[in-house]
């Protein structure tokens, strides 16, 4: 495996690169959510690169980018033994600059559920998704089903900037108990990581009422809140449509149910497409 942490020898491997290239950009601390996305390129591809940066644009101040999880050692470990061809680690000063061009989240989209509470923060994902993409030029990139709003707000920024690279959105990966994957996992205490099993509850019972024939998001999502409110702090249970548009009735194969909210000081997210 190539460890590069530089964009003019990243070029230069790059061009030498025939065939096709599946990507998976990550900010580290890399667990079975990423591992799966990488297992997913190396069957669909045949060179897989993998980026880690923990990229400072998509924090808001006060948030916990200084905290966020890094495990360098641990996550050049596990990209080796699963066979990825280029590990990317890119400094800061190698991809960003002073007074930069910037990309703007779309007004509607990118500023609701998670843009709502977080705004600004999508302006940075696209920002570097963006860089990202122009310098690996993939042919594929693979993003996780459990961050619905950047993945659907990184097809509309491919979709809209005419940018040649297939996006594969790739199931959420779960513990065994129900608990969506995610870095910031490693913050919960035993009691915190028990309370933060009402999320992946609420979302399966929310799945078994609509296969029995509730259709109004209004009963569901008090059936939610019910579940959720004694063990999590609920910044938002939403059902929006594929556009992230708040919707009456379930309409199948276009509707994601999502929740938010914060476990002690852990913020987690998690949702499931109906
Ligand atoms: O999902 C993430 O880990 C990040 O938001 C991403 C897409 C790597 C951009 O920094």
Not at 136 to 165: E, N, S, T, W
């Amino acid at each position: 495996m190539l460890i590069i942490k530089d964009f003019e020898q990243f070029q230069k491997v790059r061009a030498n690169i025939d065939g096709r290239v599946g990507f998976i950009p990550t900010m580290g601390a890399l667990h079975r959510g990423h591992l799966s996305l990488i297992k997913k390129s190396k069957i669909e591809n045949d060179f897989t690169i993998v980026s880690i940066f923990v990229n400072p644009t998509q924090f808001l101040e006060g948030e916990d980018l200084d905290k966020y999880p890094r495990k360098e050692e641990a996550d050049i470990t596990i990209c080796e033994k699963i066979g990825v061809d280029i590990l990317f680690m890119p400094t800061i000063n190698s991809i960003y600059f002073e007074d930069e061009l910037k990309i703007s989240a779309p007004a509607k989209a990118g500023y609701v559920l998670e843009g709502a509470k977080r705004p600004g923060h999508f302006d940075g994902v696209l920002q570097i998704v963006m860089k990202l993409f122009n310098i690996v030029r993939p042919d594929r990139a693979y993003f996780g089903k459990k961050d619905a709003q950047q993945l659907i707000l990184i097809q509309k920024m491919v979709h809209d900037m005419f940018i040649p690279v297939k996006i594969i959105p790739c199931n959420t990966i779960r513990e065994h108990d129900g608990l969506a994957m995610s870095s910031r996992n490693i913050y919960l205490s035993p009691k915190e990581r028990q309370k933060a099993l009402s999320i992946s509850k609420a979302l399966k019972r929310a799945g078994k009422m609509i296969m029995s024939g509730i259709k109004d998001t209004k009963t569901l999502k008090e059936e939610m809140i019910s579940i959720l409110q004694k063990d999590i702090k609920i910044e938002y249970v939403e059902i929006v449509n594929r556009s992230l548009e708040p919707i009456d009735k379930i309409i199948e194969d276009d509707t994601i149910i999502l929740v938010a909210g914060k476990v002690g000081e852990t913020r987690l997210i998690d949702n499931i497409w109906i």
